[in-house]
């Protein structure tokens, strides 16, 4: 079946560090890709979203690209800041309206 | 512009018992889907109401029930709570048919069952 496999967490970053979170999926059709992050306490937020091969998703300094020849989605930012602590899910929708299907989910942890 | 809201948002019950969730939707969205969070891990799909009926369903039991009022308000039901139905329950509303699929999540409601 469909699913999303993303790296283990605790991640660990000094402040301005680059950051990579490997997201890679398994799907028979061809999904929409997203990353949602939820900081604690919190429902999850929309971060970016690609919809098709190659496209790139960006904000707030974070950026994926949706590469069908390896079927990974991974997240970067090229410098982190301490608010950009908390957990980060990858996750593929198939059909308009569908459900997500989500990764479990990487904690990143940013230090001054 | 009100975001998707949830009640509660803590709920302590004992196994056996029945609990009632609720979710109104991001103004303008007409579908609502809930998720199960457990601790550490990811959400998993429960269900999916559009139009008041139920669209989608994920690998729940049928103690998991749903309903969507005409407002497009939903409800969560669980009967019979088990020590593992303990979790984050996320509500996550969305507009079909105009080509939009960003899910926008509520807070979320957390069950903790003795």
């Known amino acids: 079946g469909d699913s999303v496999t993303q790296m283990e967490g605790p991640v660990t970053l000094s402040e301005e560090a680059f950051l990579t979170i490997n997201c890679t999926y398994t799907?028979?059709?061809?999904?929409?890709l997203f990353w949602y992050v939820q900081y604690p306490g919190e429902g999850l937020q929309l971060l970016l979203k690609?919809?098709?091969?190659?496209d790139k998703g960006s904000n707030k300094g974070f950026e994926a690209t949706y590469r069908k020849e390896t079927t990974s989605f991974h997240l970067e930012k090229g410098s982190v800041q301490v608010s950009d602590s908390a957990v980060y899910f990858c996750?593929?929708?198939?059909?308009?309206?569908?459900?997500?299907?989500f990764g479990q989910g990487t904690e990143l942890s940013v230090k001054p | 512009d009100a975001g998707v809201t949830q009640s509660p948002t803590h709920l302590i019950k004992t196994r056996g018992q029945q609990v009632t969730l609720r979710c109104s939707p991001k103004?303008?969205?007409?579908?609502v889907s809930w998720y199960q969070q457990a601790l550490g891990q990811g959400p998993q799909f429960i269900f999916q109401?559009?139009?008041?009926?139920?669209?989608q369903r994920g690998n729940f039991p049928d103690r998991f029930s749903g309903h969507q009022f005409p407002n497009y308000s939903s409800e969560l039901n669980v009967n019979a709570l088990l020590l593992g139905d303990s979790a984050l329950y996320l509500c996550?509303?969305?507009?079909?048919?105009?080509?939009?699929?960003?899910?926008?999540f509520g807070p979320g409601t957390r069950l903790t069952v003795l």
């Open positions: 996550a509303s969305s507009l079909v048919g105009q080509g939009v699929d960003e899910q926008f």
């Open positions: 799907a028979t059709g061809y999904p929409s």
């Open positions: 690609a919809t098709k091969a190659d």
């Open positions: 996750a593929l929708l198939y059909n308009q309206g569908g459900k997500l299907i």
């Open positions: 103004s303008g969205h007409d579908t």
């Open positions: 109401y559009y139009e008041e009926e139920e669209r």
